[in-house]
């Protein structure tokens, strides 16, 4: 049982372009979210957080939008910059419990 | 500052073999966490400390993993007797609470042959 998902296992974006990571769970209790980036041979990175109290967070390049009726959320990198190319993956977790629960992540490719 | 330090970087041993890693966190960080991540899957939680208290084990296969915190800074894990499934990737984060984002290390890829 998979309680977060990111269906998408790779996506190829144009240097430039705008990049949209996917990730979808479906355990209602989650209220925190987190977005990790790993490079090949190296640990996960932290990107990006949101709390379930708001729709939206902004970080330079990055934003993070979550829609809780539709328990989606999802990482919009513009502009995509071939360092990017990496696999992401999100996280969710309740309050309290302090366990981070990891999608399979998806691999992004900027293509220069 | 300092990231989270692992060692070794890469372990190859035979199966029924025991091996531990070695897991250094960032200065002042208090939670510490052990991951397993297998190829093509996210990290799993395998346990977490608080300080030198272990607070959540639950998915630490207690048979023949085990792990400890000494004085709640460095940590090591232990597995006796391995398996070829334990083959993957460890990883080690920290965070200086709780609730905030952990910070990773750049594991231990171990291979039971």
């Known amino acids: 049982d998979q309680q977060v998902k990111q269906n998408s296992p790779s996506l190829s974006v144009q240097e430039g372009r705008i990049s949209i990571l996917n990730c979808d769970y479906t355990n209602s209790m989650f209220d925190y979210f987190l977005w990790y980036k790993k490079y090949p041979a190296e640990g996960p990175t932290f990107l990006i957080s949101i709390s379930s109290i708001k729709d939206k967070n902004e970080d330079g390049r990055f934003t993070v939008f979550l829609n809780k009726s539709a328990k989606h959320l999802s990482l919009h990198i513009v502009p995509s910059q071939p360092g990017d190319s990496a696999v992401y993956f999100c996280?969710?977790?309740?309050?309290?419990?302090?366990?981070?629960?990891f999608g399979t992540g998806t691999r992004l490719k900027v293509l220069a | 500052e300092a990231g989270v330090v692992q060692s070794p970087r890469y372990k190859i041993i035979e199966k029924k073999q025991p091996v531990a890693f070695w897991c250094n966190p960032i200065?002042?960080?208090?939670?510490l966490y052990w991951y397993l991540q297998n190829l093509g899957q996210g990290p799993e939680l395998l346990i977490r400390y608080e300080n030198e208290e272990a607070v959540d084990d639950s998915q630490l296969p207690k048979d023949r993993f085990s792990a400890e915190r000494l004085k709640g800074v460095d940590s090591t894990l232990k597995i006796q007797p391995a398996e070829l499934g334990d083959s993957a990737v460890y990883l080690c984060?920290?965070?200086?609470?709780?609730?905030?984002?952990?910070?990773f290390g750049q594991g231990t890829r171990l291979t039971v042959v």
């Open positions: 996280a969710a977790s309740t309050s309290g419990t302090y366990k981070y629960i």
């Open positions: 984060a920290s965070s200086l609470f709780t609730d905030t984002e952990a910070f």
């Open positions: 200065s002042g960080h208090n939670t």
